[in-house]
């Protein structure tokens, strides 16, 4: 299994709080992703990053921010939490190249997160 | 991005071959076709992906239309533990590597 770990794995927390999310890799890949997912839907992609201090936007990215200050670590920070944020976060990883290897996206085991 | 299309859920029997359809009519030369699946209470991952010519791996193949406007995941013998959501994406071969998920086809394996 690719060594992606996701930090805190469940959390519950109160409109208006921040709330930092951390993906930690050891696989050394340049891109990191982070996704959101709904009940019954799929993952919506909310920022990506494809190197250190370099990030873009995804899908859903408003009321979202993220760092990414070492190759290992990326960080999602919701400044204020909204009970629309709740949802289950993914971590994902890859590497891009022309090699078949490559391209795959390895998700982390998810961050349960509650606004209340 | 380009869409795709599946269906909401199947059934299929244990130890039966299980076909997948998936259908992308607006699919642009450069979009690789690649599928994942999500088990209960995991993340997604990795099944396999194609561009034009038909793929095989040891978890399933895909099989991709000549005109590529669709493909079918098969699932040579399904198992319980292949019960998941698979979702059919297109990822455009560009920088970002982003894939973008739709519903996807809950599966469901009878013993």
């Known amino acids: 299994d690719a060594g992606i770990t996701q930090s805190p794995r469940h959390k519950v927390t109160e409109t208006g709080t921040p709330v930092t999310l951390r993906c930690h890799q050891t696989?050394?890949?340049?891109?990191m992703y982070w996704y959101r997912q709904d009940p019954g839907h799929g993952l919506r992609l909310i920022h990506y990053?494809?190197?250190?201090?370099?990030?873009d936007k995804g899908e859903v990215s408003d009321g979202y921010s993220v760092s990414r200050s070492k190759t290992e670590d990326f960080l999602l920070t919701l400044e204020s939490a909204t009970s629309s944020q709740t949802s289950v976060y993914f971590c994902?990883?890859?590497?891009?190249?022309?090699?078949?290897?490559?391209?795959?996206?390895?998700f982390g085991p998810g961050t349960r997160l509650t606004v209340l | 991005d380009a869409k795709t299309t599946q269906p909401n859920s199947m059934e299929s029997n244990e130890e039966e071959p299980v076909h997948l359809p998936c259908n992308h009519s607006?699919?642009?030369?450069?979009?690789?076709i690649h599928w994942y699946r999500q088990l209960p209470s995991q993340g997604p991952e990795y099944v396999i992906h194609g561009l034009t010519s038909n793929v095989n791996n040891r978890m399933a193949s895909l099989a991709i239309a000549e005109d590529r406007k669709s493909s079918t995941l098969i699932l040579h013998r399904a198992t319980l533990r292949d019960a998941a959501v698979y979702y059919c994406?297109?990822?455009?071969?560009?920088?970002?590597?982003?894939?973008?998920f739709g519903g996807g086809t809950r599966l469901m394996v009878k013993p």
């Open positions: 696989e050394n890949h340049r891109y």
């Open positions: 990053s494809y190197g250190v201090k370099d990030t």
């Open positions: 607006t699919i642009s030369g450069t979009d690789y």
């Open positions: 994406i297109l990822r455009r071969n560009n920088a970002g590597n982003m894939l973008t």
């Open positions: 994902a990883i890859s590497e891009f190249g022309d090699s078949p290897s490559y391209n795959e996206q390895f």
